[in-house]
């Protein structure tokens, strides 16, 4: 098992500095590395021979390894290097060129270029974008491989020493550190631990078998936990309310970036911005304050959603959400132009504009996204659905219509269900999923509950209600009945009472309950009292 663990460094004046210094040198050669690999490309597939402006001599495939740079693409068994292998065989000559780049951990040379050669395999294998030049703002970390130690709230960095850290949790017994990454952000330094167990294995997602090899109801009284479904929520992802639930439960949305006071703030702080001089230590300052509240609301929305993880992979044994396509949704309107005038014409995306907001603060991607490390950490499931039609759905009738909704109303023109639109669609996304993966989710049996105290008997219109129509008929057979535990004294009273109520406040058993018109005074049996 790989775990991952963050920390915030506490380093003295002298190794931030240092930290600093390092970012600016590691940047530089990234970028000077991605843009050998550029010439190597145009060199090898587009021009062939061809003169380099800057260095002024030919460059052949045969006789060069990267872009001009000296060395022999072929290694010595006869197998044709990597690039990134090629570049990191030139570290020692770049020292020697360089030598303020000695200063700097072999390794964290190596791992800068292995960087590179990640973002190369992103974009061939996995369609992503091709690699960037990196500036201050889109380079601030770096990576060791071997070396590190941990004692305490100290860590060991070569060619940094020992440097404090908040250790605000320990490390766990048995696993050994893989690699450190020491990374700068807005309020300070903060270094990333990778640990690694062997004898631990990983997270194990519960397959889509077990949850549709469900058992049968007539077997639910034998079923012991295991893999057998009893529940499933639907969640649909809102901006009103962060996400509705199938069970008619929501989750608020604290809207961290847009509520009206935090946009206040970032308003007033990004004008001071633009009003210093660009280049200034002042505007480097109050761009430094802009980016701590950026990170401080990136901060309490990703604790805020680690808590909603949490609370809803506990609800139930399956979760169902929706498969967005997030980026066309905050995807710009295409243009709109008069072909006549030749102007743009309105296309909506002003008003747009507020809605990408939100749906950029939601952060809807990455919530889903700790659902399902939660759900696998909890051997649970999660399944994606399509979304479509989902809002739009009755969920008694399944009638489609798109008049069904009107804002958050749900009203169905075929049926005339009424219900909140939201909810309809966390009803609408559970039951696909449980059609489409089919799924025999396991229902609970109800059993009757016996009562202490039956409930009172109902009278008709005309009947006056007395003790013994209003007394429940368990207490009037417990008064009828002596009971055996009871001492000989309880006993003969009980059966002296011959199941009468007595009167409270008196405490012989000859008291008498006096009538409307009776006098205390005119009563047969006082006298002998």
Request: contains cysteine; proline residues 4%; positive net charge.
């Amino acid at each position: 098992m790989i775990l991952g663990y963050c920390y915030k460094l506490r380093p003295n004046v002298s190794q931030s500095e240092k930290i600093d210094r390092w970012i600016d040198l590691l940047r530089a050669n990234y970028n000077w590395s991605l843009a050998d690999r550029i010439d190597a490309y145009y060199q090898r597939y587009i021009c062939g021979d061809y003169c380099d402006l800057r260095t002024k001599f030919i460059v052949t495939p045969l006789s060069c390894s990267l872009g001009g740079a000296t060395g022999n693409p072929w290694s010595d068994k006869g197998k044709k290097r990597s690039a990134v292998n090629i570049q990191i065989t030139e570290l020692p000559n770049l020292k020697q060129a360089r030598p303020w780049y000695a200063e700097i951990d072999s390794t964290v040379l190596q791992q800068n270029l292995r960087r590179l050669d990640n973002a190369y395999n992103n974009f061939f294998q996995q369609n992503r974008g091709f690699p960037k030049f990196k500036n201050r703002s889109t380079f601030h970390s770096f990576t060791y491989a071997t070396g590190v130690k941990i004692k305490g709230n100290k860590i060991y960095l070569p060619k940094l020493g020992w440097v404090k850290f908040y250790n605000s949790r320990s490390i766990p017994d048995g696993f050994k550190l893989k690699s450190v990454t020491v990374r700068k952000k807005s309020n300070g330094y903060y270094v990333s631990v990778r640990i690694e167990d062997k004898s631990v294995p990983n997270l194990s997602v519960k397959k889509l078998e077990e949850v549709r090899n469900a058992p049968p109801l007539s077997t639910l009284n034998s079923i012991q936990g295991g893999s057998a479904v009893k529940t499933i929520t639907g969640l649909d992802m809102g901006l009103g309310k962060l996400i509705y639930c199938s069970d008619k439960s929501a989750i608020d949305n604290p809207k961290f970036a847009t509520n009206p006071k935090t946009k206040r703030l970032q308003r007033i702080r990004q004008r001071r911005v633009s009003r210093k001089k660009r280049g200034s230590n002042n505007r480097r300052k109050t761009q430094h304050k802009l980016s701590r509240l950026s990170h401080r609301i990136a901060t309490k929305r990703e604790a805020y959603q680690w808590q909603v993880a949490n609370k809803i992979v506990n609800k139930s044994d399956a979760i169902a959400i929706e498969n967005l396509n997030i980026a066309g949704m905050i995807k710009k309107c295409k243009p709109k132009w008069d072909a006549n005038t030749g102007r743009f014409l309105k296309n909506g995306q002003s008003a747009k504009r507020a809605l990408n907001r939100l749906i950029a603060d939601a952060s809807w991607y990455s919530l889903t996204q700790k659902i399902e490390y939660m759900a696998a950490k909890s051997g649970k499931i999660v399944l994606r659905v399509n979304p479509r039609h989902t809002s739009q759905e009755c969920s008694v009738c399944h009638h489609i219509d798109p008049d069904n909704r009107e804002g958050e109303k749900f009203l169905c023109t075929n049926c005339g269900h009424v219900d909140d639109a939201n909810f309809q669609a966390g009803i609408n996304i559970k039951n696909k999923a449980i059609n489409h993966y089919g799924l025999n989710i396991v229902k609970k049996i109800k059993t009757k509950v016996r009562r202490d105290l039956p409930e009172p008997k109902q009278l008709t219109l005309f009947q006056t209600p007395t003790v013994e129509l209003t007394t429940g008929k368990r207490r009037k057979r417990l008064r009828d009945t002596p009971s055996h535990g009871a001492s000989p004294i309880n006993q003969e009273k009980q059966s002296a009472s011959n199941g009468k109520r007595v009167v409270p406040g008196n405490l012989n058993e000859y008291a008498f309950q006096l009538s409307l018109f009776n006098q205390e005074n005119n009563h047969p049996d006082r006298d002998s009292l």
